[in-house]
């Protein structure tokens, strides 16, 4: 089958090669292996190119691509349920989506709104949207809530949950372009980041008293900034650092957070009945009924019309290594989704 796979550490471009001579994977335990019609691109997958941090690492060859969509054909012990339906799911070690033929750990229900791009790019934004603001902000409505990378896939899903919420949303994006998209998605008030000071700019959209939640995605340098713009109690989400070289392995100082009063939630994308040698590592995740329950939330918000994936780029499997190339160099907005062999539309054009 064709894969998108790393035969080499080095930056995109350098580092993937499309092969056709990849073997089809045997789904085991609780896994099922999906006829992928549409998987999604992750800023994680240019670290795992480069060989740096990431949740997950991997040593070449290896097959990149986390989230997916598709049809179940063949299904583990325990996943018969699955067997022939169209689902939306997560590669065992966020490994393995960008092919014809993926298998997939946590399952879902694919949205019957969505069309097979969108609901590849609805997966991982919507479900680390909603455990970071949910399971762990605990958002109320009239909350004010600043979302760093506004118009990144995870940022345009969290503006949308945000506002389903109730909540006031204050975006940050970069450039003018990108903060429209945020306008156009709701958020009451969007920085652009490159012309404006952040920390006046949400002093001045909440008349000093500063943000109740933080969604940061991103970490690096301005992660202290972040800190300044919280109201006194403020909860500040640390939501996978995707585009901080160190995924925020730097010892960040906590001197700043005592002066700031706030909190600081971490939030991790993963359904597992954590074993202790997991917990020993530093992981501590949801468990897969948790993650059918999330699921069943954000279905309903689906078919209220109040959240829908953006869906910036639709490419190619042989795109794969340009598209994570301008990923890398911000050139994106949304999900960039790889169109590999549709097999159902949805209910949507």
Not at 152 to 167: D, E, K, R, W, Y
Request: hydrophobic letters at 45%.
């Amino acid at each position: 089958m064709r894969a998108v796979r790393v035969v080499r550490h080095g930056e995109p471009t350098e580092a993937i090669e499309v092969r056709d001579d990849v073997e089809v994977p045997e789904p085991g335990p609780g896994q099922v292996r999906v006829a992928v019609s549409a998987a999604s691109l992750n800023f994680g997958d240019i670290a795992r190119c480069r060989g740096g941090v990431a949740a997950v690492m991997a040593q070449p060859p290896f097959t990149l691509g986390m989230d997916l969509a598709g049809v179940v054909e063949a299904a583990g012990d325990g996943a018969e349920e699955w067997l022939g339906r169209r689902v939306v799911g997560i590669a065992p070690q966020s490994l393995g989506g960008l092919a014809e033929q993926a298998l997939a750990g946590s399952v879902f229900e694919a949205p019957p709104e969505l069309d097979d791009a969108e609901a590849a790019a609805f997966t991982l934004p919507f479900h680390v949207g909603h455990l970071a603001l949910h399971e762990r902000a605990r958002l109320q409505a009239g909350e004010t809530v600043v979302v760093r990378g506004g118009a990144s896939a995870v940022g345009t899903a969290a503006i949308q949950l945000a506002v389903a919420a109730g909540a006031r949303v204050v975006a940050i994006a970069g450039g003018a372009e990108k903060a429209q998209l945020c306008r156009d998605l709701g958020a009451e008030v969007a920085i652009d980041h490159t012309s404006e000071d952040v920390f006046d700019a949400v002093m001045d959209a909440t008349g000093d008293r500063g943000a109740e939640v933080i969604f940061d995605p991103i970490g690096g340098e301005q992660t202290e900034t972040m800190w300044t713009c919280g109201a006194l109690g403020g909860r500040y989400l640390a939501v996978g650092f995707n585009d901080d070289p160190e995924s925020g392995l730097t010892g960040r100082p906590l001197r700043k957070l005592s002066m700031a009063n706030m909190s600081v939630l971490g939030v991790l994308l993963a359904y597992l009945d954590t074993p202790r040698d997991f917990r020993r590592f530093g992981i501590n995740a949801f468990s897969p009924t948790d993650g059918q329950r999330v699921h069943a939330a954000l279905l309903e918000l689906v078919a209220a019309d109040s959240i829908r994936p953006v869906v910036g780029r639709r490419i190619v499997l042989d795109d794969v290594a340009a598209a994570l190339e301008d990923h890398a160099a911000r050139r994106t907005s949304g999900r960039t989704v790889v169109t590999i062999s549709p097999t159902n539309d949805g209910e949507s054009a």
